[in-house]
């Protein structure tokens, strides 16, 4: 048996409050100043190529609540028959059985895999993209791996256990429940009368659960594979620079076997090559990868046995080889601009959320392509990943459309003071051992560790944002942030801009955090949280806000989230609350503020479209900030949008 467990990693960092004032960083397997060498079980996203084939296992699978299981270890058989469930998506909605949209905790997938004959010679390995919150992979009878953390991805080498040609059951358990030291952070309470168990969160959008992105088989090579690949992109005038790090399953070498770099341009001609672990490739004439206008080189690395024959006429069979896109741009900061390639950029665009009607965040490619279609249509350039990594198809899909992403962790509702996005515990403090604690903090580092080592080599990511609305306000925020703002500097190798999403209670007179990071994202909510209504109030008080900012920190500034609840269809001619004309008014005069400030440089509605919450009577069945309907229909702010980021004068 292989078990692979990837938190357990993180109990070197000591436990007692107050915070540890060593950096994050020291403590952490694989990590700059680690005195560990073990890499962190994240490998290249499965793909076919030369040496290596792929199942997916998408589909039906059978479901079971673990409550419905008459034994402890209901892996060990098939589950009773009766219920089946789609994977990809979230389970909540798919049945119409409240007790499966309500259930607090374990629920098991089940299927059998045939292990392909031809694979023998071969590595095989499960890889799960995502199990929210907690995924444990049983083949028959062994747990092979497990993870905390609902949004990245992991795997168990299942070789040893099944030969190929043979047929297993694969079960997978996935727990959904949420405690104050998961993150994101919750609690479960058990209800007075009836016992019945109850997950509390602060987050304001619903707590989906199951197997929401897609699970995978695939082979390599036995003896050598292609672990990683690291690629930093730079410019040097007109040429491109590409520094480079392989690792091979055999460590950061390969033995008696040679690495081989070749670098090919969108016409499949080669511009570039290399050979070694690490090094750099110049790329002459570049073509550089630019917001809406993307463009992609294919970074091939190959191993290659050097047992081959000298004297073969033909290049010999690699014994392991894998294509990464990349894209060539350089983002810098400077005292009030963000530029991409030299350029200042401003960012058009939304938060989002993985949500889709009966699939909850399951990932469905027809609306991330209809979605992105909408994106252009109004003229976005941009959006935040909130408040949690998106599936990679997401990111991949961005490198080839040229839009540009603020990637963010699941580290949402650590603030007492909020939940649901109003008023929930003001006088409870949220950093304290009861709370949000150094347990809390060690599953905030995986978080950062495991999104920077899934996404760092993407070009559409230009920013990294380790947080949204955190109490920065609050006593114990900067012990607990400092290290896990450097710790996201040590682990970029491309330097990217590190952010989080700030809280308006955390004004610039109270924030404690925001010297530590480099932009300055700020969710506003003026007009609707706050003088709600009066949007000549909101629009003397935000333009105050934000120029208290920029005297005390002269940083660049994103709205990261400023909207106002709308209802479609309807209307008054007096803008009220709720109608689509409020909606219009309220980003309009958010707009005009943002006009006289030179120091914003981006507009992030919230939100893209409406969106499912946990429903009470503050929220009528979601989140209805978006400016389309959760079936992506356009309220009226959708066409005002349009007009103001593609400069039209009309519809």
């Known amino acids: ?43 290249l996203k499965p793909k076919q190529t030369r040496t290596r084939d792929l199942i997916s296992l998408d589909g039906l699978w059978n479901f079971a609540l673990a409550d419905d299981n008459r034994t402890a270890t209901p892996w060990t058989s098939p589950l009773p028959k009766g219920l089946e469930a789609p994977v990809p998506a979230s389970y909540n909605d798919i049945f119409v059985d409240r007790s499966i949209h309500n259930h607090v905790g374990w629920v098991y997938y089940q299927r059998t895999v045939t292990i392909p004959r031809g694979w023998a010679s071969e590595r095989y390995i499960i890889r799960l993209e995502s199990a929210t919150h907690e995924g444990r992979v049983y083949v028959n009878d062994e747990l092979v791996a497990e993870h905390v953390g609902g949004y990245t991805p992991f795997e168990a080498d299942i070789s040893t256990l099944v030969s190929a040609g ?19 952070p919750g609690d479960i309470e058990v209800t007075e009368y009836t016992g019945r168990r109850v997950q509390n969160y602060q987050h304001d959008f619903y707590n989906y659960a199951g197997l929401a992105r897609s699970v995978w088989l695939y082979s390599v090579p036995k003896e050598q594979y292609i672990r990683d690949i690291t690629v930093v992109p730079d410019v040097d005038g007109d040429t491109g620079l590409l520094s480079y790090t392989i690792l091979t399953s055999n460590g950061t070498g390969t033995g008696t076997d040679s690495v081989n770099i070749s670098v090919r341009d969108e016409e499949g001609n080669e511009v570039a090559t290399a050979s070694g672990t690490q090094g750099t490739v110049s790329v002459p004439s570049v073509t550089l990868w630019q917001p809406g206008a993307a463009y992609l080189y294919d970074f091939t690395v190959s191993i290659i046995s050097d047992s081959s024959s000298p004297n073969q006429a033909a290049e010999p069979d690699p014994v392991d080889t894998y294509t990464l896109s990349v894209g060539i741009r350089t983002v810098k900061v400077t005292d009030q601009q963000i530029l991409i390639n030299d350029v200042p950029f401003y960012f058009t665009g939304f938060g989002k959320h ?101 996404d760092k080599n993407h070009p559409s990511v230009v920013m990294w944002s380790i947080a949204n609305e955190p109490a920065s306000n609050e006593e114990g925020a900067r012990e607990y942030f400092t290290p896990l703002a450097q710790l996201a500097r040590d ?46 109030e909101a629009e003397a008080a935000l333009e105050s806000e934000l120029r208290g900012w920029v005297d005390k920190y002269n940083k660049p500034i994103i709205i990261s989230e400023y909207g106002a609840d709308t209802y479609a269809g309807l209307h008054s001619v007096y ?23 030179d120091a914003v440089v981006g507009e992030h509605v919230w939100a893209f479209a409406d969106f499912q919450t946990n429903v009470g009577i503050q929220r009528v069945d979601g989140n209805k900030k978006g400016v ?18 593609r400069n039209e004068t009309g519809v």
């Open 575 to 597: 803008g009220l609350l709720w109608s689509e004309e409020f909606q219009v008014e309220f980003l309009d005069t958010y707009h005009r503020v943002f006009d006289r400030v």
């Open 354 to 454: 993985e949500d889709t009607t009966i699939r909850g965040k399951g990932h469905d490619q027809a609306y991330l392509v209809h979605d992105f279609q909408l994106l252009n249509w109004i003229g976005a350039n941009s959006f935040r990943t909130s408040h949690y990594p998106y599936a990679e198809e997401v990111m991949e899909f961005a490198d080839r459309q040229g839009i540009v992403i603020i990637d963010e962790t699941p580290a949402v509702g650590l603030a007492y003071s909020i939940g649901g996005g109003v008023s929930s515990e003001p006088n409870r403090p949220t950093f304290s051992p009861g709370g949000i604690n150094d347990n809390t903090q060690r599953a905030h580092a995986a978080a950062i560790r495991e999104l920077i080592a899934r």
């Open 491 to 536: 682990l970029d190798p491309a330097s990217r801009p590190i952010s989080f999403a700030n809280l308006g209670q955390a004004t610039y007179e109270t924030d404690t955090i925001s010297d530590l990071f480099d932009v300055l994202l700020l969710n506003r909510y003026f007009g609707w949280y706050s003088f709600t209504g009066d949007l000549g």
């Open 628 to 645: 389309f309907t959760r079936e992506r229909k356009p309220k009226a702010a959708a066409h005002a949008l349009r007009r103001r980021w």
């Open 1 to 43: 048996m292989k078990l692979l467990t990837v938190l357990p990693l993180l109990s070197l960092i000591p436990s007692a409050l107050p915070f540890p004032s060593s950096s994050i960083s020291d403590h952490v397997s694989g990590a700059p100043g680690s005195n560990s060498n073990t890499p962190l079980h994240i490998q």
């Open 166 to 184: 043979e047929t297993f059951r694969l079960t997978v358990a996935v727990n959904n429940e949420l405690t104050h030291e998961t993150i994101p």
